[in-house]
């Protein structure tokens, strides 16, 4: 489905994370794929891409420098000439932004998860327009239902409201050069990101209740591949979605089960 695709893949820190799963896919669906970290965690990208076959190259980027921003696209461009797609699994929010603190988080904070969360998937599919450009291509960004409001996820969830709004400008602009921007509204999976968010082993019960075809929050398998559709030719006619991977819980009005009850009350 991706062979002779060439992709970057952004926020593979370890081996549980859904950016690792969904390059370790594209590389069993034929892509050839370079890894993107920076500072401190580089090392802990390096070696989770041990785990990858053939070992992929990472590559600095920061995606709130502008210098690395420009570095990345003159490595892609001198080593391939072209890109077919990214992945765009990239998110942050400072303690202070999460928890239950919404009312009390400070402006810089709320500010620095938009810019790092939302704003980053603008520059990044900027940054790769021309090299994608000439044959097409595929942005996907990893997504949390951000229509309704979540205990403790508080500006992140701003955030990505932020980040879908930004997928469906991007869709308007970079449509006429030929690239798709898409999103993947996961259920909760259990991540190191997901750690540090308080409250996430409740959020990720309620998931287990709900979703009508249950949810197994230890397996980003269904995540990685509804990445791999998007960035596959398959999915050529599909902009500004969000494909919500997370076993139909989005859909439901209600607990699974609250009907049944219902009608176990006897009528007065």
């Known amino acids: 489905m991706l062979n002779g695709k060439r992709l970057v893949m952004t926020g593979v820190l370890t081996k549980d994370s859904i950016a690792f799963h969904a390059a370790q896919r594209a590389q069993e669906l034929g892509a050839e794929i370079v890894l993107s970290s920076f500072g401190r965690q580089r090392r802990m990208t390096e070696r989770a891409a041990k785990g990858l076959d053939p070992v992929p190259d990472v590559l600095e980027l920061d995606v709130n420098s502008e210098a690395d921003l420009v570095a990345l696209h003159e490595e892609l461009s001198g080593r391939w000439g072209s890109v077919d797609g990214v992945l765009h699994a990239i998110a942050f929010a400072p303690p202070d932004a999460l928890g239950g603190n919404f009312l009390t988080t400070p402006p810089d904070s709320a500010a620095q998860a938009f810019l790092t969360s ?11 327009l021309p090299l994608m450009e000439s044959q097409g291509g595929g942005v996907v960004g990893l997504d949390f239902d951000a229509s309704v409001a979540w205990p403790v996820y508080d500006w992140m969830g701003v955030a990505k409201a932020a980040l879908e709004a930004v997928s469906r400008y991007l869709a308007r602009d970079l449509g006429p ?6 999103l993947v509204s996961a259920g909760p999976i259990e991540t190191l ?7 996430f082993e409740q959020l990720a019960g309620t998931w287990r209740d709900q979703a009508p075809l249950g949810w197994d929050a230890a397996d980003p398998g269904p995540v990685a591949d509804a990445v791999c559709f998007l960035l596959s030719d398959l999915a050529r006619g599909i902009s500004g979605e969000i494909v919500h991977v997370d076993g139909g819980f989005h859909a439901m009005g209600a607990p699974m089960g609250t009907a049944d009850r219902a009608e176990s009350v006897p009528a007065s």
């Open 118 to 128: 939302a704003y980053s998937l603008k520059s990044l599919s900027e940054s790769l």
């Open 193 to 199: 990101a997901a750690g540090g968010i308080p409250g």
């Open 177 to 182: 050069h030929g690239v798709r921007v898409n």
